[in-house]
């Protein structure tokens, strides 16, 4: 039988706080045949607490403080982008990061960038998703992993997931249950992407 071997893909993930996404595709990128591994952490936050997460499990890690470029977001996209380049990136998760980025460094790597949301997207883009939910008295909520595109929280869908919303449901509780599908979905679209069975046109 013909077995064609194909390189991994070299994974960098962007953080801003406890990491817990960035986490589960960690983990699932410990199995030699999951399809991307991950290289690089990235956080804009010196004080993420997955930093410590990544580097536990031998990940490098790097910090490129927004804050010390001011109001020049372009200067901190160049300064990540930097990063990416040098430890040979090919595609990037976003995983509880928490800029907008501009639409300069989403073409850079358009097609390439992918991000987990909160919600059944196009619902409730933006912050606060599982109040926000719960308000609207939707019956169902979840998570969605989605390319990136210039415009937050749009862009070519990969894999949603689906919770059912409950009558008491807090958004803590509802939090807790989203959160558990996003570590679920988060590891099984990394590998569409990485396998090349999601594009962003779909073709
Ligand atoms: C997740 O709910 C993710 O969908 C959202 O921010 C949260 C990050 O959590 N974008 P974690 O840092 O992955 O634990």
Redesign the pocket.
């Given at each position: 039988m013909a077995f064609k071997h194909m390189a991994r893909k070299r994974v960098a993930i962007l953080?801003?706080?406890?990491?817990?996404?960035?986490v589960a595709l960690i983990e699932a990128a410990k199995d030699p045949a999951y399809p991307a591994e991950i290289v690089l952490v990235v956080s804009n936050d010196p004080a993420a607490q997955?930093l410590h997460r990544a580097a536990a499990s031998g990940i490098t890690t790097a910090v490129v403080d927004h804050k010390t470029f001011g109001r020049d977001r372009e200067s901190f996209e160049r300064a990540l982008h930097a990063e990416f380049q040098e430890h040979g990136v090919e595609l990037i998760c976003?995983?509880?990061?928490m800029r907008l980025l501009t639409p300069w460094f989403v073409r850079q790597w358009e097609g390439r960038l992918i991000?987990?949301?909160?919600a059944l997207l196009p619902a409730f883009k933006g912050l606060d998703t599982h109040a926000r939910a719960i308000a609207a008295g939707a019956r169902e909520h979840g998570?969605t992993v989605h390319f990136v595109v210039p415009e937050m929280d749009s862009g070519p869908i990969i894999l949603q997931g689906k919770v059912a919303v409950a009558p008491d449901d807090t958004e803590a509780t509802l939090?807790a249950r989203?959160?558990a599908v996003?570590h679920r979905i988060y590891p099984e679209a990394l590998r569409l992407v990485a396998e090349g069975h999601a594009t962003p046109t779909g073709a």
């Open positions: 953080i801003s706080g406890r990491g817990s996404n960035m997955g976003l995983a509880g990061f991000n987990i949301h909160p998570a939090a989203v959160l996003e």
